[in-house]
């Protein structure tokens, strides 16, 4: 299974490279559609359905506006390369080094994988514990709209404030030529 | 934008239907099985989004004024907020669940966790069908 997602991760940075050189913005939006679905199939294996439904769902939906967009528009790729990249390849390289260095380091202070230090919430997430907590069935539910209930009022306004922005920018109406 | 071939809209045609109701079964089961209101909303819009992209922008209506989407978000909005609310009123905290937990694993359990579920949806749904009209209608240049 490591094995699995090792190479599913590497799959990603390679295709998010590629997307970056692509010479065509329609082929970058494909090889971002394979990011995207990659993480789909990696969130499947850890088992988290809920967030591989969101993601698989949100991920078409910004394939179709993104190709949408670059049928409309145009999908020449119009990045002005700066004329000396060696010292900006020097710098990210160096950021990239000392990064990996920094994870190494931290990494090396987590709990095993599957094992979390937290146990804060688990004596109410268990079987015996949750009919009397929230009587949901789902963990993720009981979590999101009962014991996080005022982050999900939060995610709601935002979504809805971003709603109200979107209308704000493309309304007819009272528009200055 | 126009519309696509008619292999596109019969194939639409017959699966529309079953991806809204697979949206609706999300929402509805969302304290039961993976998803709840805002994968369950999404699919919902994207059921909209489908039959839209399909038979193009000029079949059918997508005026923003004259669509009920603005409505059945901010009402997802103002109910989910009117919800926590009443669990400050019935009872003692905000976001108190007020109503009977019922049996684990039944349809009608948890509380006022399914009602959540389903303003959060139509929330969501009604948020990602007014944006995608709201984009489907924008006429850039002289293109009608």
């Known amino acids: 299974m490591l094995i699995i997602l090792c190479g599913l991760i590497v799959l990603m940075i390679l295709g998010a490279f590629v997307a970056l050189e692509a010479a065509s913005l329609l082929s970058s939006a494909v090889l971002l559609g394979i990011i995207g679905f990659s993480l789909t199939a990696i969130f499947l294996i850890l088992q988290a359905p809920d967030l591989a439904i969101v993601q698989i769902v949100v991920e078409t939906l910004s394939l179709v506006i993104f190709i949408t967009a670059i049928l409309k528009t145009t999908s020449e790729d119009a990045t002005v390369r700066a004329r000396a990249r060696l010292p900006f390849l020097v710098i990210a390289a160096a950021f990239v080094v000392l990064f990996m260095v920094a994870v190494y380091w931290a990494l090396g202070s987590m709990p095993p994988f599957g094992q979390p230090s937290l146990r804060m919430a688990w004596p109410y997430l268990t079987p015996e514990a949750l009919p009397r907590t929230t009587g949901a069935a789902n963990f993720v539910t009981a979590v999101v709209l009962d014991f996080r209930g005022y982050d999900t009022l939060g995610e709601a306004a935002v979504l809805f404030t971003a709603v109200m922005g979107v209308l704000a920018v493309l309304r007819k109406i009272g528009r200055k030529h | ?144």
């Not at chain 2, 009920?68 to 609310?85: D, H, N, P, Q």
């Not at chain 2, 509380?111 to 069908?129: D, K, Q, S, T, W």
Request: a positive charge; proline letters at 1%.
């Open chain 2, 1 to 144: 934008m126009r519309g696509m071939t008619s292999i596109v809209k019969t194939v639409t045609r017959a699966f529309e239907g079953i991806i809204f109701l697979f949206g609706v079964y999300v929402v509805l089961h969302g304290h039961l099985t993976p998803g709840g209101g805002f994968g369950g909303g999404v699919v919902i819009g994207a059921a909209f989004v489908l039959h839209i992209l399909a038979n193009g922008s000029r079949e059918v209506e997508t005026d923003v004024r004259k669509s009920r989407s603005a409505l059945v978000e901010s009402f997802g909005t103002f109910a989910f907020w009117t919800l926590a609310i009443v669990g400050l009123i019935g009872g003692t905290v905000y976001f108190y669940n007020f109503i009977s937990k019922g049996t684990l694993f039944r349809l009608l359990s948890a509380g006022f966790l399914p009602l959540a579920n389903i303003v959060i949806g139509a929330e969501v749904a009604g948020a990602i069908v007014l944006v995608f009209i709201t984009l489907a209608s924008l006429k850039i240049g002289g293109e009608k």
